[in-house]
């Protein structure tokens, strides 16, 4: 018979975000059952109700870049920091990108389905779009709520359809700027013409264009078969034409709303397409749709990606036949995302009672809180920890995302620095008994060393810090 | 002057007097080349992202570079190296040490890597293997498990996350900018006890606690840096506080380089390097990551000091970037890219390597730089000149089945 109080444990801290005071009571009765019903079709839950969209913030970032321009050309003596208007709206835009990070990290301190908001951050960091130009800062939690949150339990074609097409991937990634080289447009745009009298462009302004392969790069190499899915320099460039004519609106003074994915016929080059050995006739947007569908059903899909769900879940080494069986319900279900989600739930090798993965820098931040009871109310609680470990919010490295394996997180220096960051937030939770919150959070995984250590500890601070820095705390 | 004819006995004596001096003499050159060996110290920055050859030093003698390149080629101020080779305006700090004869490029390198992957060339790039996957710890950790049995060596990383050049079973101590924590607090001991049992916790907190100590006696010289802060200054202003934050980085890393017993490794990346699309020119994204990266080197350079004669400074990146400008004013994935080789010590020359030109048949593919040396010779010249690695280590055990792939001779 399984030890339900062990696997409650489990079910909170390896699927879920960690466990708070009352958790591990609410569970126990039956640990697969919860986490089974928070598999929904819907999707995810939403951090805030009335969040603004990205359109709306597109709109904002192109207002913003209009007045530094007028307030480049128009400055004629100093204007003091909080008086410029253009450093308002900066600062203006910032603030929303923290506030829409402290929702996401509240969200998960607060919620009490842990497993739904874990599932959601995997394919959150799935398809990254990275908060490395303002413009996209403003645009990651936006791309969250609209193209992740509501499929993350629907099938994988639709969660890669909406995260490639929305404006901030398509910003991300360079498609933006994409144009066929052989379009009407790219025929217009390299047209010598006639400079108006008073034209303010020089002679040689002749604008370069053609075509951009960075979104079709990663497409093939991150978001579906991977880098050993079989895809050659041929099949990126092919698929890069493909894409060509998928934008956003405006750019170029459309006057239609800004920041709204578009798709224009004029700027897509024209023809037939071979992606991966399959013909593709021309045909406009259904072109690159046909492919995208293509890459989702690929058997090289489910396997890169089961991979790396059960890697993320389980352990760096994750036992073969747990990816094997999430493999199989993957090709069985069409790549249905809420049924490979309850395979992996249910899967015997994901149960190992050793607590395997080290927890990211946000992950243990998060369940930090949730030991406490507590949530981050501002970002400055969360901003400049992160950052110093080495994750900086909504800004991982590169399109792949964060790693999540303990080799590049457990290091010297990111150990030091979590023992600095856990004795400050212990400090200022040290009404609580260190005791009692070892037992709600750890429960039977609590080992007899730390449970000591914590008892024999000089101070309530001291104990609680002990807790947050154990080795079976920093993992999950 | 009466100089006594020698007596037999007497030259027994001499010769076996000589043959002691003969041997002090051997004992103390030994002994001088062991501490010198032991003073040098070998930095590699890797710029991460892709970084585009022909913008850090743009062929601006090559016929073809301006027709390729457009809008982004460089001209007149870029800062001249030789008749064909220029640094970007932005290295004028390291255009100084080209000057002196402490710089050198390696303007047609590559991994034996051509996936154009970022990851997958990060990871030849890093693990020294002759393909992807073809080792799970880096060359550098390798090189420090062959060169213990020669001497004490010790290495670190800079920043939070461990990168795979230096991973591996070698212990290896990692530091970044930003971090203290009350020294009077017993929390430490208390941790390690708690960690006594853990393979992979106990090891880390205790390197993580010998170079706070190190960092911490290191930093009290000098004002302690801090983390980039972004603040809303704008993009200019922001570019200037990157490059006086890496300036500030490179003087951190000096210090605790050149603190009585420091490491004498130390692996760092800087990134954003991937400029699809407006990466400028002479000003510009990349004009800002090159302003940053030279003044990571003069900031290592000025605060290494006298160290700096016994230093080698190797920048590189996982791959160059397409011959020609997008459509989109950047540049895309590519094959070769350029390497700097910076140091006190190095032999002059001209280029490392062969320069393929940029004629259409030149190019790789009909679209990239065509490389002409391979990484690996770099790195094993760097490891066997100047750290004192033998060719055999170098060719299987740092450097996995690469026997072919000779040194660059005349380096250091």
């Not at chain 1, 842990?114 to 990651?140: P, Q, Y």
């Not at chain 1, 790693?403 to 620095?417: C, Y």
């Not at chain 2, 001249?80 to 255009?95: C, E, K, R, Y």
């Not at chain 2, 020669?150 to 591996?168: H, N, V």
Request: charged letters at 20%.
């Amino acid at each position: 018979m399984a030890d339900l109080e062990l696997d409650a444990a489990i079910a909170l801290t390896r699927f879920g975000l960690g466990a708070g005071p009352g958790d591990l009571t609410e569970v126990r009765s039956d640990p697969r059952g919860w986490l089974a019903a928070q598999i929904r079709p819907q999707g995810a839950d939403q951090p805030q109700p009335n969040a603004q969209t990205a359109a709306q913030r597109f709109e904002e970032f192109r207002v913003y870049r209009q007045d530094q321009k007028s307030a480049r050309t128009d400055s004629d003596g100093k204007v003091s920091d909080d008086k410029d208007p253009v450093k308002i709206a900066q600062r203006m835009l910032r603030e929303e990108t923290g506030g829409d990070f402290l929702a996401r990290a509240a969200l998960g301190a607060s919620t009490p389905a842990g497993f739904r908001e874990r599932w959601t951050l995997f394919w959150a960091n799935h398809f990254t779009v990275s908060a490395t130009k303002l413009v996209t800062a403003t645009l990651v939690g936006p791309f969250e709520q609209e193209a992740i949150r509501p499929h993350v339990f629907g099938k994988f074609a639709s969660l890669l359809g909406a995260a490639e097409t929305h404006p901030a991937m398509l910003v991300y990634l360079d498609q933006t700027q994409s144009i066929g080289p052989n379009s009407q447009a790219a025929d217009f745009l390299k047209r010598p013409r006639a400079r108006g009298v008073g034209s303010r462009l020089p002679e040689t302004a002749t604008r370069t264009v053609g075509l951009n392969e960075n979104l079709a790069r990663e497409i093939l190499e991150l978001h579906t078969v991977g880098i050993n899915g079989g895809y050659s320099q041929t099949d990126v460039t092919e698929f890069a034409r493909a894409l060509t004519g998928l934008s956003i609106s405006g750019f170029q003074g459309e006057t239609t709303q800004a920041g709204v994915s578009v798709f224009r016929q004029t700027a897509h080059e024209p023809g037939s397409r071979i992606v991966r050995g399959i013909k593709y006739p021309p045909g406009g947007k259904d072109q690159a749709a046909a492919v995208l569908a293509d890459l989702a059903a690929a058997p090289e899909t489910a396997r890169f990606i089961c991979g790396k769900i059960a890697k993320h879940f389980v352990s760096d080494t994750p036992p073969p036949a747990l990816v094997e069986g999430l493999i199989r319900t993957w090709m069985d279900t069409q790549g249905d995302l809420g049924q490979v989600a309850a395979k992996l739930i249910g899967s015997p090798d994901a149960w190992d009672p050793t607590p395997a993965k080290f927890k990211t820098p946000y992950e243990w931040m998060v369940s930090s809180w949730r030991a406490v009871g507590a949530s981050p109310t501002t970002i400055g609680q969360l901003a400049p920890t992160l950052t110093g470990l080495g994750q900086k919010p909504f800004a991982p490295p590169s399109p792949k995302g964060w790693p999540d394996d303990a080799a590049s997180w457990a290091s010297a220096d990111g150990l030091i620095k979590r023992m600095s960051w856990a004795e400050t937030f212990a400090s200022s939770h040290s009404h609580q008994d260190p005791k009692a919150l070892a037992a709600a959070s750890l429960g039977q995984r609590l080992t007899p060393l730390t449970a000591k250590a914590i008892a024999s500890s000089e101070s309530r601070t001291e104990g609680l810090t002990l807790l947050l820095m154990s080795p079976e705390f920093l993992r999950r | 002057m009466t100089q006594s004819q020698p007596t037999r006995r007497k030259l027994l004596l001499q010769a076996a007097g000589m043959g002691l001096t003969v041997d002090l003499l051997a004992r103390q050159a030994f002994a001088d080349t062991e501490h010198s060996m032991a003073s040098r110290k070998f930095v590699f920055i890797n710029c991460r992202g892709g970084m585009d050859g022909m913008t850090i030093s743009p062929p601006v003698g090559d016929p073809d570079y301006v027709g390729l390149r457009g809008k982004i080629a460089l001209g007149d101020e870029a800062l001249n190296l030789d008749s064909t080779f220029s640094l970007h305006p932005a290295m004028t700090a390291s255009h100084g040490l080209a000057r002196a004869g402490q710089l050198r490029i390696a303007p047609a390198i590559a991994t034996p890597d051509r996936a154009r992957s970022h990851f997958e060339a990060q990871d030849v790039l890093e693990s020294g293997a002759p393909t992807q996957y073809g080792a799970t710890s880096g060359w550098l950790n390798r090189a420090l498990v062959a060169l213990k049995s020669q001497r004490k060596i010790e290495a670190i990383s800079i920043g939070t996350t461990a990168p795979l050049i230096l991973k591996g079973t070698y212990e290896v101590a990692s530091w970044s900018p930003g971090r203290g924590m009350g020294s009077e607090t017993r929390l430490p001991g208390l941790l390690q006890d708690l960690y006594r049992n853990d393979p992979l916790l106990g090891p880390a907190l205790a390197r993580g606690l010998s170079t706070e100590d190190m960092a911490t006696a290191a930093m009290s010289a000098m004002s302690a840096p801090s983390a980039p802060q972004a603040s809303g200054t704008g993009t200019q202003a922001y570019a200037r506080q990157g490059a006086a934050v890496a300036e500030r980085l490179g003087r951190s890393v000096a210090a605790i380089l050149t603190e009585p017993g420091g490491p004498q490794i130390a692996a760092m990346s800087l990134d954003a390097f991937d400029t699809h699309a407006n990466q400028g020119a002479a000003e510009g994204q990349l004009a800002n990551r090159l302003a940053s990266l030279d003044a990571l080197i003069g900031g290592l350079q000025s605060g290494l000091g006298a160290s700096w004669a016994s230093t080698v400074v190797v920048v590189a990146t996982e791959f160059g970037r397409t011959a020609r400008v997008n459509g989109t004013g950047g540049t895309d994935h590519g094959t070769a890219s350029t390497a700097l080789v910076l140091g006190g010590s190095l032999k002059p020359g001209g280029i490392i390597g062969d320069w393929p030109g940029l004629k259409p048949a030149a190019l790789y593919e009909n679209r990239d730089l065509a490389p002409t040396l391979d990484m690996r010779s770099l790195f094993k010249s760097v490891l066997g000149d100047h750290m004192g690695l033998d060719l055999l280590a170098l060719s299987t055990r740092v450097f996995p089945d690469s026997a072919a792939i000779k040194p660059v001779s005349g380096l250091v």
